[in-house]
């Protein structure tokens, strides 16, 4: 049974096409991952899908249900941890899951129990009777997943759920997040900038850029698709351009450029590496750096998008997104 | 319906309840305005007549003249001779009008903080998130109503003789329905404002007419023709009338055809005001 089916799916903002037909279809307990760099339209997708935004055009269903039409009954299906924290500050973390349990319909006692099995699993229990101003972020951020995990739903949506946890966290998340939907068929969709999150979880991986979809499969065949091993390599004389140069050697399948790497596209890397290094000496051109890389989710992000990962998640954003942290601390 | 609602006020009011410092200032507040204005500001003391120039006067002219000057001030003043009682019956209003303004602003922060959004996607309908709002504005407006008709009074506010519980009901009432008024207005207007500085200047822009185009620190008959047009539509003016009139309930005589139109005034304002503002506010959770 398809639980999320969206048909050529868009969210203009003005100018902006944000989404931009986007077509998929989610089936019964599958989790389902969207990756993409910064501003690629995954959180405007998530709230179309969860109702939040109406789509520009396109349509969608969630449960069987008309994401603009039937509105009411969706949101009676899904839940959502959203990307940004939206924990109340001026309440206990306890208060706070007991309102989202309100909120879902969620009978008090069986609340309880959810509530201290989820804030035991994101190691709240010993704060859960603080206020929330007395947390840090990353515990906010627990506290967050907490609460999307509190009323089961039909569909969660995951926006970046493990955005800025810590490395042991995110791996008791990773078990959970399975387990709920091995033991209650919750139909996952989560987005995340974390690769080895995509490949860990994800049944079915969407690649999207700048609102398109560029790839869409499970994370074995992107890895496939591929089509072999790709040597990075830099040139001591960074500025002149080698990259017809490479391609008119015959181990080489394709090449693109980023920044100063190169990326070649080669099969069976190990024997072609050597190769290209002889040829690329007969010609006079030093190499400064080269090293063969075996398919990962990374390199087929990278393939798709053009861009590292660690470029579009480092810098801009977590220094925007810590500031907004601090902002909220003042307040 | 009603179990998200309740849900919801209680974290309203939690947030407040719970929060030291804000009940410290809500305490603060009316103590300022009442001693400051109240009674440094002794209006009622300008216009009377030094001892020393009355005491030169023949004795029945004394007394003439002295009831004749408490009979204008009187007058004026909506039946005290005190201006502090005069004022913290108005102050009590203002302090409905301040609450509502804050308690409307709330909801540009929710947004802000994605709050709403989590409310927006939860299976709850629109409408108890609206009437959260208004619900736990009133109850914090009447909490405070409480406090500071207790502040004033302990600080010399004159009842009239033959003040009693059902004056206290009376009073109450009408600030309840002042507050209902006001909250559900301030919420349709914060509704659809998406930044706080906007929201801030806005309140502003309402707050300062609605309190001085009003009775509740002058008397109407003071102000200019066109400045008291205003205050005779105003429901401040209307609630600080009967709230005074209650107050000053005396042996004297009690107006209670002045106070039963102030009644009347006030239910069509706040039932006018409720429908219609709840209806507006929904439209600012409609989605983009
Ligand atoms: N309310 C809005 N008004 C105008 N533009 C918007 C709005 N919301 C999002 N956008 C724009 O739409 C694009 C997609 O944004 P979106 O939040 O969906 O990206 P994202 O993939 O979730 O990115 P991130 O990884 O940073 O969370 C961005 O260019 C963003 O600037
Ligand atoms: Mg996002």
Avoid at chain 2, 11 to 39: S, T
Avoid at chain 2, 46 to 66: A, C, K, M, R
Avoid at chain 2, 184 to 209: C, D, G, R, Y
Wanted: with cysteine; glycine share 8%; proline share 3%.
């Amino acid at each position: 049974m398809r639980v999320i089916e969206a048909n050529d799916l868009t969210k203009r903002f003005g100018q902006l096409v944000a989404v931009d037909h986007v077509s998929f279809s989610v089936e019964e307990s599958e989790i389902f991952g969207f990756l993409g760099p910064n501003g690629a339209g995954k959180t405007t997708t998530i709230n179309m899908l969860t109702t939040l935004l109406n789509p520009t055009e396109g349509s969608a269903k969630v449960g069987g249900f008309d994401v603009e039409k039937q509105d009411g009954k969706v949101r009676e299906v899904v839940g959502l941890v959203p990307q940004d924290i939206t924990v109340d500050d001026d309440l206990t973390g306890m208060e706070n899951m007991m309102l989202q349990a309100k909120l879902y319909h969620v009978p008090t006692k069986v609340a309880r129990e959810r509530t201290m099995e989820a804030l035991s699993l994101v190691a709240l229990t010993d704060a859960a009777n603080r206020r929330v101003e007395t947390y840090s972020g990353g515990m906010r951020k627990r506290l967050e997943l907490a609460e999307g995990l509190i009323h089961y739903p039909k569909v969660l949506f995951l926006d970046e759920p493990t955005l800025g946890l810590d490395v042991q966290t995110r791996v008791v998340m990773w078990d959970y997040i399975k387990k709920l939907r091995d033991e209650h068929k919750i139909t996952m969709f989560l987005t995340t900038h974390y690769m080895e999150e995509a490949d860990v979880l994800c049944d079915r991986i969407a690649i999207i850029d700048q609102g398109k979809i560029v790839a869409l499969d499970t994370p074995e065949n992107l890895k496939d698709s591929l089509g072999g091993d790709i040597i990075e390599l830099e040139f001591n004389n960074k500025k002149d351009d080698q990259t017809d140069t490479l391609k008119s050697l015959s181990q080489v399948k394709d090449v693109k450029k980023i920044g100063d790497t190169y990326r070649i596209k080669v099969s069976r890397g190990e024997k072609a590496l050597p190769d290209i290094i002889e040829n690329l000496l007969k010609m006079d051109l030093r190499i400064g750096r080269v090293s063969l890389i075996k398919p990962t989710l990374d390199q087929v992000y990278l393939e798709y998008t053009g861009r590292s990962l660690r470029e579009t998640q480092g810098e801009t954003m977590e220094v925007w997104r810590r500031m907004r942290t601090l902002r909220r601390v003042r307040e | 319906m009603i179990e998200e609602t309740i849900a919801l006020t209680k974290r309203e009011v939690k947030k407040w309840v719970k929060n030291p410092f804000l009940l410290f200032m809500m305490l603060l507040q009316p103590i300022i305005w009442l001693g400051l204005f109240g009674k440094a500001l002794n209006l009622t003391g300008l216009i009377s007549v030094s001892p020393e120039l009355i005491n030169q006067l023949p004795p029945e002219v004394q007394d003439q003249i002295g009831m004749f000057l408490n009979q204008m001030i009187s007058e004026t003043f909506g039946g005290t001779t005190d201006y502090f009682t005069y004022m913290a019956a108005g102050i009590l209003s203002i302090t409905v009008l301040f609450t509502a303004m804050f308690s409307g602003m709330s909801v540009v922060w929710d947004r802000r903080f994605g709050f709403l959004n989590k409310l927006l996607v939860a299976p709850i309908s629109r409408g108890s998130i609206v009437l959260a709002k208004v619900g736990s504005s009133v109850i914090r407006g009447m909490f405070q109503v409480l406090l500071i008709f207790s502040i004033a009074f302990a600080f010399g506010l004159k009842v009239g003789n033959a003040f009693g519980i059902l004056d206290f009901l009376g009073m109450v009432t009408v600030l309840f329905l002042l507050s209902l008024g006001l909250s559900s207005m301030f919420l349709a207007i914060t509704m659809q404002i998406k930044s706080h500085e906007t929201v801030i200047a806005v309140a502003n822009l309402l707050n300062l007419p609605l309190m001085f185009a009003s009775n509740a620190l002058f008397p109407i008959k003071q102000m200019p023709q066109w400045l008291q047009t205003i205050a005779n539509f105003n429901p401040i003016s209307y609630a600080g009338d009967a709230v005074r009139a209650f107050i000053l309930h005396s042996n004297a005589g009690f107006d209670a055809a002045k106070v039963t139109a102030d009644f009347q005034f006030l239910i069509v304002f706040a039932l006018i005001f409720s429908l219609v503002g709840i209806l507006i506010a929904r439209t600012g959770l409609r989605k983009g």
